[in-house]
């Protein structure tokens, strides 16, 4: 017999959560954000809307479902099964942490506060979960949004959204050798990033501007940028840009250590010391995005 499906709903803790855990008590908390012009009532309502959008999507799912819940902190250690379908309440970002994680599952994107967030990657009210949560099994129209896998050679790995970072852990100068498309330079540099058309409305655009142009979500390619690339006697400056699709883009490390992590995710991270190769490539992952 097949599982039945199983609801798992990913959050994330409020800002008001965090203040009231920061400081003690609530009354502790509003008091020192007033003495900086601000007041604990407008992290109040976020929260309140988040927890009655929880509520909601909760109450929605059909009685013969299991469900279960996973805060953003914990998804590392979440193991999600494949007849899973993944019910993210919160920003857009919280699509991109939790898709790392996933294997093909059905993401539904609930916006706990329209018209606060983006929408792009959470386009739905709380009200309509239980259309979409049928629609999830049903075949419901989906959009399958191309992710990035970075590697290294002696089998770590890891698949982002959005982008993902090769640089030194630290503010400290990244050194390597960079191969693309049959070009290679040796690189000092503050990190090389290489993200989807999903993570052109973010880091991504902001690197971009006026250098290259970004795929669609749905392209199976990448675009690939250097960070502030240092020339001298024996580090270049020309290979700071450019796009994959078939080939891969690899770092031969010449630092002590450098360090991967994808969609700002610095404690899931990769480490490569000096000698080894990171490779860059379009993963085989998609994020399956119910529409």
Not at 242 to 268: I, K, N, R
């Amino acid at each position: 017999m097949s599982l039945a499906p199983r609801a798992v709903f990913v959050h994330r803790r409020t800002a008001y959560a965090e203040a009231v855990a920061r400081h003690g008590t609530p009354g502790a908390a509003d008091f020192f954000l007033r003495t900086r012009g601000r007041s604990l009532d407008e992290l109040a309502e976020a929260d309140e809307q988040q927890c009655r959008a929880l509520a909601t999507v909760a109450a929605a799912v059909p009685v013969d479902w299991r469900t279960g819940s996973v805060e953003r902190t914990d998804l590392s250690r979440f193991l999600f099964a494949p007849e899973d379908v993944v019910v993210v309440v919160g920003q857009d970002g919280l699509v991109a942490n939790v898709a790392k994680y996933l294997s093909g599952q059905v993401v539904v994107g609930i916006d706990p506060a329209p018209g606060r967030n983006a929408g792009v990657l959470v386009p739905h009210p709380a009200s309509a979960a239980r259309e979409l949560l049928h629609r999830s099994v049903s075949g419901g129209a989906c959009e399958a949004r191309t992710m990035v896998r970075a590697s290294t050679d002696d089998g770590q790995e890891l698949h982002a959204l959005n982008e993902v970072f090769v640089g030194h852990r630290s503010h400290q100068t990244a050194r390597y050798v960079l191969t693309a498309g049959g070009r290679r330079e040796e690189q000092a540099s503050s990190g090389v990033v290489t993200g989807t058309g999903t993570g052109a409305t973010g880091w991504l655009a902001s690197l971009a501007r006026g250098r290259a142009s970004l795929p669609a979500p749905t392209d199976a390619s990448l675009a690939w940028f250097v960070r502030e690339a240092w020339p001298s006697r024996t580090t270049g400056a020309d290979l700071v840009t450019g796009a994959l699709t078939d080939q891969p883009l690899t770092l031969d490390v010449l630092s002590d250590e450098l360090v991967v992590f994808g969609d700002g995710l610095e404690d899931d991270r990769l480490t490569a010391s000096r000698g080894q190769r990171i490779t860059v490539t379009v993963s085989p992952r998609r994020l399956t995005l119910l529409r």
